[in-house]
């Protein structure tokens, strides 16, 4: 019999290479993993699914980024809850050609990160086909004391605020990203969050989720919003900005506080990390952009969107 490598020698190589901690009762290698819970006994789950030729370009970015990337994402959802992270399961589905270096590379990338964040890979499950590669990440992570944040907390006369800076992303960001899940548990502990998002779609569509979810309305200052350096200089003014609300891919922390909780983190911001004031939570429904000018136009729409049905 030949050593041809196979699915169960990927599992076993993971296996061997997966160290857990404490909470990991049962890890890989069983039918199901079993888990200790702390805290008050609830358990967050994100998911997300990353596909080659949709959310990455296979050739180009390279599978230990990809393996990165994937349990990244899941890790901004949680930082997005304040939320702290402790473990994942992970679904990979590998072209057959190249499933064995895939294999590899995309838990080396997965497990460096789950490392850095002190999350336990454990269990998943592989698969070959004849199709491109798919990566599916689910997180778990428990609550802090002060409990979750969610979408739908923001109230008329909060102020709005962004982590780091927007746009340029797709330039190579969105593979290396850092996700801001200690930033999102300090400013948890130092004031009263009422609503937080990710900034994955563009803040423009991220901050429409929120108003949504809120039953509030948005107004953006468009003098306001940071730029990232990755976004091309060479543009307009206005250019550029687009981009930064649109482009998506971000991965910052998009939250809205109370006014005087806002000036508390403009005096005193708790972060390493800027902080940047971009605007403020109406009565009034709608997501506006008021100009330097003092007028306001809407949002601008865009952002990333999967459409189904037709593709012409
Ligand atoms: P089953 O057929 O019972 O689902 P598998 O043979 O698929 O078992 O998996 C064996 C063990 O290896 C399980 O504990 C599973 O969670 C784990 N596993 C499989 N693939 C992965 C992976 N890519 N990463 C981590 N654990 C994995
Ligand atoms: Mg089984």
Known sequence: MTNRPDEFSLIEQIR?????????????GDDAALLNVSGDGEVLVAIDVLMEGVH?????SGAEAVGRKALAVNLSDMAA??????????????????????????????????????VDLIGGDTN?????LV????LLGEPSGRGIVTRSGARAGDWLFVTGALGGSLSGRHLTFQPRVDEALTLHSAVNLHAMIDVSDGVASDVRHLARESDVGMVIDAGAVPIHDDVDGS????????????DGEDF???????KEDGR????????DVPLTLIGAVTQEAGCRLRLADGTQTELPEGGWVHSFGDAS
């Open 128 to 132: 070959t086909w004849d199709g491109p």
């Open 135 to 138: 990566i599916s990440v689910t």
């Open 16 to 28: 061997r290479r997966t160290v857990v901690s404490d909470r990991t009762r049962l890890g890989i």
């Open 264 to 271: 508390r983190l403009l005096e005193r911001s708790p972060l």
């Open 81 to 118: 809850m304040a939320a702290r992270p402790t473990a994942t399961v992970v679904g990979i589905v590998l072209p057959k050609r190249r499933a064995e270096l895939l294999g590899q590379q995309l838990m080396d990338g997965l497990l460096g990160i789950a490392a850095e964040f002190d």
């Open 252 to 258: 910052e922390l998009l939250f809205s506080v109370s």
């Open 235 to 246: 543009l307009s003014d206005a250019q550029r900005l687009h981009h930064a609300l649109t």
């Open 56 to 60: 990455f370009d296979g050739e180009r």
